[in-house]
Nanobody, 119 residues
Framework: QVQLAESGGGLVQPGESHRLSCTAS????????MGWYRQSLGEQRELVAW???????NYADSVNGRFTISRNSNRTTAYLQMDNLKPEDTAVYYC?????????????WGQGTQVTVSS
């Protein structure tokens, strides 16, 4: 069984920085790509940041320049560095990974971690 475990959620003041982590564990061949989505109350889940197998990154316009996605060398852990946080960044943040479980590729989701930006 393959699982994604997120960590790092919490209460943060506006303007502060915070980092989320997501680690894939279990029996799989490799992690192809990973990213972060978020869902605010009453809103649809939206892509925040994504890092592809080749290291290419994509960001939502709302976080571009403030958030940075990175990963470890074996692509099993992704990080989301969030700087200059704003109240509108408050949401449940979900990790998603495209995982190679031979012979196919599967999309996996983490359980979500709450980030609240408030003074």
């Amino acid at each position: 069984q393959v699982q994604l475990a997120e960590s790092g959620g919490g209460l943060v003041q506006p303007g502060e920085s915070h980092r989320l982590s997501c680690t894939a564990s279990g029996m799989f061949f490799s992690v192809y790509a990973m990213g972060w989505y978020r869902q605010s109350l009453g809103e649809q889940r939206e892509l925040v940041a994504w890092i592809g197998v080749d290291g290419t990154t994509n960001y939502a316009d709302s976080v571009n320049g403030r958030f940075t996605i990175s990963r470890n060398s074996n692509r099993t852990t992704a990080y989301l560095q969030m700087d200059n946080l704003k109240p509108e960044d408050t949401a449940v943040y979900y990790c998603k990974a495209e995982v190679i479980i031979l012979p196919s590729k599967r999309d996996l989701w983490g359980q979500g971690t709450q980030v609240t930006v408030s003074s």
